[in-house]
């Protein structure tokens, strides 16, 4: 699968399909944190990719900040309808990294077109068992 960025992604015979399928944006709010919510986590990194056909294509990368969020991240997705029946969603693979942390997380994130989704990431320090030999 080859890495590409979303600009790159644009220029691809893929993407008036994926754009057609996902014409609308939903909006997704990212906040890192340790011991139960209580500790934020600054600096740490969030890549939302999609595999689309033999792409993995690299919508968002950012840091968190002090208070560990990243906001209004805005990914492509299918209009929301107001029939009661279950509504479209794309879905993206969030990943987060930080050194000193769990080496990586990674969810399954469900987009809808013009909602807010909130993704709360909980992360544990690395043990490093060196500590605790004497």
């Given at each position: ?91 993206y ?10 080496s ?31």
């Amino acid at each position: 699968m080859k890495l590409i960025s979303f600009d790159e992604f644009k220029m691809t015979d893929l993407y008036e399909d994926f754009i057609r399928e996902n014409s609308s944006f939903g909006n997704l709010k990212v906040q890192v944190f340790t011991a139960y919510e209580a500790i934020p986590i600054s600096n740490t990194t969030i890549l939302i990719t999609k595999d689309i056909e033999e792409y993995k294509v690299v919508f968002f990368r950012g840091i968190t900040d002090s208070s560990g969020i990243i906001s209004d991240i805005q990914l492509p997705a299918p209009v929301m309808s107001n029939s009661l029946e279950v509504p479209n969603y794309t879905i993206y693979e969030l990943t987060a990294l930080n050194p000193g942390y769990e080496s990586l997380k990674n969810f399954n994130i469900g987009m809808f077109g013009g909602v807010n989704v909130i993704q709360y990431v909980k992360m544990q320090r690395e043990i490093d068992m060196g500590d605790y030999n004497d």
